[in-house]
């Protein structure tokens, strides 16, 4: 491993585990996106070695017009651990993150370990189940901002999720309507088909993305598909919702504590 790469992980890493921000590296220190991978694999490897588990991955990008505005042609993705689980319906801790948002997702459940790209077809025989989901996203670098190489290093801004109950029934999840409400206020509409026009799609991506890599993803996986809508910024005390049209609902409220920082998002 490189210096800069053990560096700069390991600078991810504090980021995360002191809830400061940090420059971004790419204008003083740049690396390429092959690099970037290496780097969020270094800084999970703090966590695995501090005794977190990994249960799943996320996915990024999931939206064409956001490939579009970063100038790529496929997802990103990032680990998913059992310390980012929140309880359904609990409270989340804001102290713990810099600028956190939320974001409505679909999560899917694996029942049969993925070990190569699969084919939309094959998709659905490798899950057991599907829930509603709320990712929590906190960028470790300052105001939100960074660049594509960044926030893949930065384990693409993953840092909670919380997921509802679950289902076995993927017939409706081509268009079902999605609902984000604040305080009981609709914040965010929109469809599971801004997810890559259906949800089934992020799994043939993480397929494809973790042979790649060489990495095999077990059984009873989480799989976060990807955001539905636009985040939304989490307030101190608030109560946050996510409805996914025929799969129900979930949510959280944040603690009274206020997050050390509010940025804006790039």
Not at 82 to 109: K, N, S, T, W
């Given at each position: ?142 105001a939100f901002k960074f660049s594509l190489e960044d ?116």
């Amino acid at each position: 491993m490189s210096t800069d790469i053990a560096r700069i992980a390991t600078a991810l890493d504090r980021a995360a585990r002191q809830a400061e921000p940090l420059a971004q590296f790419s204008a003083s220190s740049p690396f390429s996106l092959d690099e970037a991978y290496l780097i969020q694999r270094a800084s999970m490897a703090r966590r695995y070695a501090d005794g977190e588990r990994m249960v799943g991955v996320k996915l990024g990008f999931t939206s064409r017009a956001k490939m579009i505005q970063m100038g790529v042609d496929s997802l990103i993705w990032g680990w998913l651990t059992d310390a980012m689980l929140e309880e359904d319906g609990g409270v989340v801790d804001l102290g713990r993150f810099i600028h956190p948002r939320a974001e409505p997702e679909v999560c899917f459940v694996t029942r049969r370990a993925i070990e190569r790209p699969l084919t939309q077809l094959e998709a659905a025989d490798y899950l057991e189940a599907v829930a509603p989901a709320i990712e929590i996203i906190d960028s470790r670098y300052q105001a939100f901002k960074f660049s594509l190489e960044d926030v893949v290093a930065d384990n693409c801004s993953s840092s909670g999720l919380v997921v509802g109950a679950w289902s076995r029934d993927f017939a409706g999840l081509a268009n079902a309507g999605v609902l984000m409400r604040i305080d009981g206020r609709v914040v965010q509409a929109g469809s599971t088909a801004a997810i890559l026009g259906h949800p089934l799609r992020s799994l043939v991506q993480a397929s494809q993305l973790l042979a790649r890599a060489e990495i095999a993803l077990p059984a009873g996986s989480l799989i976060m598909a990807g955001a539905a809508t636009a985040a939304e910024a989490l307030t101190p005390g608030a109560h946050v919702s996510v409805e996914i049209a025929g799969y129900g609902e979930c949510g959280f409220t944040c603690s009274a504590a206020r997050a050390p920082q509010q940025g804006t998002r790039a």
